[in-house]
């Protein structure tokens, strides 16, 4: 008989850059205030890469520091999944260059993309490559450099993104905690409420379409919200149902950082209480991929993950793509 394989989270590690910018700095360049910022985002201030940073960069640093966490050499990671939407480059794959950048010379590596739900997707991916027996240490990244999509002269858009990377450990385990299950959801036909139409084969970057500013982040962001609080709750709540667990035997909601109001309806629309929804979002804005593992990685480090927790994390993001995933906390300090 076949032993049963899980994946078990073994560690975690988080990146974001030195320079911040606060709402008063973005009251220097677009018509905006930061009591405007705050009352309809929750958020306070974001990270910014540098002009020699990339996302490969973010995301090599987060994987080092969890690979220390897990105790284990990056020689021995089977496969590296980065979530992102904005690569290095177009080829080779972001999750090659961490790779190349970490060592993790035996690994096989790919990006995944997903928009804001890609750490769900990347996710999914990695648990089953250990659920088969395929691969025994897979690291799983969610990174973004946002402010590189951003269009600084949109005050709605703007105030939202900030740039970081979070990574995880997953490892096959014989234990009966770790990685339950994920559940994905997806519908194209609203894809045009939240996108970056140009830079790709539809609208390539040109001369002539450069000044349009189609290489930027295109949201409609009253849809998006209706869309987002639909999509996550729906999708957690039949998560919680297929697995057999109540609303009250979470302990945590780890939901994407994308605005204070989204996740507050989220939380009272599901029922779960205040005190057990982390947010840090005032911090870091919207990070995309990269929001839910520096969430994790943050309250693990604030000492607010206990062993055995039972932690729901729910994202969503362009596509419309969203996901949602219940994992049992294992790190001990």
Partial sequence: MNEKYIAQLTGIGSYVPEQVITNHDLEKIVDTNDEWIQTRTGIQERRKASATQSTSDLSSNAAEIALAEAGISAESVDAIIVATTTPDMNFPSTACLVQKNIGANRAFAYDVSAACAGFMFALSNASLYIENGMCENVLVIGADIMTHITNFADRNTCVLFGDGAGAILLQKSTKSTGLIKTSLGSDGRYGNILSVPGGG????????????????????????????????????????????????????????????????TLGKKMGIPKEKVFMNLQRYGNMSAASIPVALDEAYRSDLLKKDDLILMVAFGGGLAWGSSLLKWTLEK
């Fill in 201 to 264: 084969t539809r609208i390539p970057l040109t001369e002539e379409t450069l000044p349009l500013k189609k290489h930027y982040i295109d949201m409609n962001g009253s849809e998006v919200f209706k869309m987002a609080v639909r999509a996550m709750g729906s999708n957690a709540k039949e998560l919680l149902a297929d697995t057999g667990y109540g609303i009250e035997q979470v302990d945590w909601l780890i939901p994407h950082q994308a605005n204070k109001r989204i996740i507050d």
